[in-house]
């Protein structure tokens, strides 16, 4: 293990990688303690490190534990972590004070973003993005992972995100943040569990290689801004829009009359989701996140041989 000058501990594997110009997937770790039961999220995780391997890149893993910002983790540690059930939510914004107490933490999209920044990676895939929630006007509550991508130069591959969210202000947002989305191989922006959202995809690219060039592209005009890359759920794993939605409205008003606000409230909708679907939204959620690993993955692939 290296520690460098930003505090960053990076595993062997990904030190290696980085230094030789190799290609990386940085991979968010809030999925791992607030994004699925244990021992799902331990398959899972394992299972999206292999698809990376196997496509040519290596994972890293990003996490806090003990205090210490984790770049890429041997499987020890990411056992011991998907395990550890007392694991904090960690935002961009939450990253040093909980550092400083020695804390363990899933990074959410933003607090992994920023970290796979400093270490040096472009690339990063996930299952789904923070956005603008459902009743924001009342609630002022708009995700950091908004705020981070238009500020963080880090294309994040999602299947865009739950309507647990308000999709369309989540749109209008990036586009204010001047932050690219780019639709993978369909003209309609996805909805997470569902290939369509009801709204058009902003740009639409249809292979990695061409992906790969447009992120090179947006850096070299100096855009200073990250990507979304928006991969639809394979056919297959789809779940049936009209039903996963009565779902998420049922769990969106069960969290209101709760009570339930902060940072609590996406853990909360994760979880409710999950219960009442009894595993079929948990099943459609690891596909689609393989399903990122891997294109992410082409993209890493693709940019590691543009220079
Ligand atoms: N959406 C999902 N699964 C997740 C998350 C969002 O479908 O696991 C996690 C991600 O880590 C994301 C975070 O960055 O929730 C957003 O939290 P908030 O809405 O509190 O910003
Ligand atoms: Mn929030």
Redesign the pocket.
């Known amino acids: 293990m290296t520690t460098s000058a930003a505090q960053l501990v990076l595993s062997p594997a990904v030190a290696d990688a980085l230094a030789a110009g190799r290609p990386v997937v940085a991979l ?1 770790s ?2 791992i303690t ?2 699925m039961p244990y021992p799902d999220n331990l398959a899972m995780a394992r299972s999206v490190e292999a698809i990376i391997r196997e496509a040519g890149a290596v994972p890293a893993t990003i996490a806090l534990i003990a205090g210490r910002f984790h770049i890429g983790l041997d499987d020890a540690l990411l056992e011991a972590f998907a395990a550890d059930r007392n694991a904090a ?1 960690a ?1 961009g914004r939450d990253l040093a004070a909980l550092a400083v107490q020695g804390a363990s933490a ?5 607090a992994t973003m920023l970290l796979a920044a400093q270490a040096g990676i472009r690339v990063f895939a ?6 603008v ?1 459902r009743g924001a006007e009342n609630t002022f509550d708009i ?3 908004l705020t981070e991508l238009g500020r963080t130069p880090v294309a994040v591959v999602c299947a865009g ?2 309507s647990i969210l308000d999709i369309p202000k989540t749109l209008e947002v990036l586009e204010t943040q001047r932050v690219p989305v780019i639709v993978h191989g369909s003209d309609a922006f996805p909805a ?1 569990f569902a290939r369509r959202s009801g709204e058009a995809a902003p740009q639409r690219l249809d292979d990695p290689a061409a992906i790969a060039a447009a992120i090179t592209l947006h850096a070299a005009l100096g855009s200073g801004t990250g990507l979304l890359i928006a991969n639809p759920i394979p056919e297959a794993d789809a779940l049936d829009a009209a039903a996963i939605e009565q779902t998420i409205a049922a769990a969106v008003a069960e969290a209101a009359g709760r009570g339930i606000a902060g ?1 609590e ?3 909360f909708l ?1 979880a409710r989701i999950n219960a009442l679907t009894e595993g079929r939204s948990l099943a459609a ?1 690891i596909a689609l996140v393989k399903n990122n690993a891997r294109l992410a993955a082409r993209i890493a692939v693709a940019l590691a041989g543009r220079h």
């Not at 899933?106 to 933003?110: A, E, H, K, L, R």
């Not at 996930?126 to 956005?131: K, N």
């Open positions: 968010e809030t999925i607030h994004g939510k935002s899933g990074t959410t999209v933003s996930t299952g789904g993005i923070g956005g929630h995700s950091a992972d995100m739950k997470f940072k409230v996406t853990p994760l959620n």
